[in-house]
């Protein structure tokens, strides 16, 4: 499993390009967790309606990008097995379709 593990503030159309390449991905053994840092551009709402697959969690406005980053890596550490990867992604980054392949291939090599 790779945990994906993105800060988010604001900018809701590179979050949605983001997370269409993500759906996008040959390699599907992955979970999307997103720290929306208290958006207020309609972020929270839009990934409640149209991201049910994405775990969301919250922040106050104070994350920043490192304390969102590690909200999402805290989180996905008490349910990852020591197997599991934790891909830091920022929300403004488009992936090719084979990136999370390549990037477990290269890690299991």
Not at 46 to 65: F, Q, S
Not at 70 to 97: G, M, R, W
Request: charge should be negative; charged fraction near 20%; aromatic fraction near 10%.
């Amino acid at each position: 499993m790779v945990f994906i593990c993105i800060p988010v503030f604001n900018r809701l159309s590179y979050t949605i390009s983001c997370i269409k390449s993500i759906r996008e991905q040959s390699y599907t053994h992955y979970k999307t967790i997103i720290c929306d840092d208290n958006s207020t551009d309609g972020t929270a709402e839009y990934l409640l309606k149209n991201a049910p697959d994405v775990t969301v969690l919250h922040g106050d406005g104070n994350l920043w990008w490192t304390g969102g980053t590690n909200k999402c890596v805290e989180y996905a550490l008490k349910i990852a097995k020591p197997d599991d990867y934790i891909f830091t992604l920022n929300n403004d980054t488009e992936l090719t379709s084979n990136v999370l392949q390549t990037l477990v291939k290269c890690a299991e090599n």
